[in-house]
């Protein structure tokens, strides 16, 4: 970037614990770095922390843009919604035409798509990314899913491949795509983030209730799962939750937080344009359902006193049953990544934006919330047919479910007659035997709908469409 005058070639605002931990992981690469956060506390923080005199905490826009080598390029890394568009207004009148503006939270798409056309009309460059791996992940390596103008990102791309995480030594970040692209990838990263999280939680409480077992012996398991096929951050962080000690006490943390789960919403965004583009993603719907219903907390206490009949533990032998609730993890695990492939495939073309599969389950592998072996698996998948109309029929994919599905059958059928809730679960096998249903009951439901609204079928082997009167008036 040109023009000397000036000290930074790069400018973060927002430097909560996300936005701060990236401008030092660009410090730590030699990116000499700019930080605006209204609160001066957090930009006096940037300082300290950073070991190689590259950053500056900034509590002013003006002087921050001024700092700022030309063109400029902006980060901003705040809540999604109004305040976006309240920083962007505030910045704009201090911008010249070919800056950069990245939007490097959650924001939706269709803001994204929104402020995309608004800002090019306007001569400034915009892109919406996505950027996965928490606060390690930011300051160690983030996966990151940059979508919309091309040409801007390409400016970016050598200071974010230096900070992106890496995998073979490939950096874990790639051009999504044009417009909200990369926002949408990120989007549907979550929604499955949500199923895969469900799922964890849904075999704890197996674990615990179903086969007795005490937390010990659960954090057993997970590192036992985490050493194996299983392998995953999510895996992987669930097997340390169940060795940590609540602070001065002789027992686990995780036994004194409520039962009361939070959601900022993306995930309720991936299901319902999921229903928009009619691609099924039931475990992640679960999931989000079973993040609402947790917060019902008094009517659930209410409803455990009216319907008392108390959990069954199985009636099974303990080692067996954990081979079968490994084979329903991992059975199930693969339904919730193919769901989510199968709406970024369905959205990809709706919306134009040739999105390139392998590609993203390539940068998924590392730095990410999502991380997993199994996203070999699908890179492997997509590598060999770009234009693979879903997971499930892909062979080597084929395999791995064929080989796991009876372990998720046993697992459901005893949980069930225990009376132990297993949503997510029985949603992944459900939609699996659908899916490989060739004559599904829908034929049923099409007669119904054309007795009672008169909204027409059609007929096996014969063109056009039909309508009965199904009763003598």
Sequence with gaps: MSDNTSKYDFGMIGLGTMGRNLLLNMGDHGVKGAGFDKDA??????????Q????????????????????????????????????????????????????GG??????????VAELEAKGFHFFGMGVSGGEEGARRGPSMMPGGDKDAYNVMKPILESIAAKVDGEPCVTYIGPGASGHFVKMVHNGIEYGLMQLIAEAYEIMKKGLAMDN????????????????????????DIFNYNAPGTDHLLIDDIKDEAR??????????????????????????????????????VKASEIYNEGEQELDVDTEEFLDALEQAFFFSMIITYAQGMHLLSNASAEYKYELKLD??????RGGCIIRSAFLNDIYNAYQRDPNLAHLLLDNGVAGLVSGSVK???????????????APAFAASLSYFDNFRNKRMPSNLTQAQ????????????????????????K
């Design 106 to 115: 959650n924001s939706h798409f269709t803001d994204t798509n929104r402020r």
């Design 359 to 364: 590609q993203i389950a390539k940068i998924w």
């Design 216 to 239: 010990a012996a659960i954090g057993q398991v997970f590192a036992k799962w985490n050493d194996g096929r299983l392998q995953s951050f999510l895996i992987e962080i669930t097997k």
């Design 41 to 50: 506390s957090k930009g006096q923080q940037l300082e300290k922390e950073d």
């Design 263 to 300: 959601a900022k919403g993306t995930g309720k965004w991936t299901s319902q344009v999921a229903m928009d583009l009619q691609a099924p993603i039931p475990t992640i719907d679960t999931a989000v359902s079973m993040r609402d219903l947790s917060k019902y907390k008094e009517l659930r």
């Design 52 to 103: 190689h005199g590259n950053l500056k905490g900034f509590s002013e826009v003006e002087p921050f843009v001024g700092a700022l080598n030309k063109p400029r390029a902006i980060m901003m890394l705040v809540p999604a919604g109004k305040i976006v568009d309240d920083v962007i207004n505030e910045l704009l009148p201090l911008l010249n035409q070919g800056d950069i503006l990245i939007d």
């Design 449 to 472: 709908r054309d007795y009672f609204g008169a909204h027409t079928y059609e007929l096996i082997g014969k063109e056009g469409v039909f309508h009965t009167q199904w009763t003598k």
């Design 407 to 421: 372990g998720a059958r046993t697992v459901l059928a005893a949980v069930i007659e225990a009376g132990i809730a």
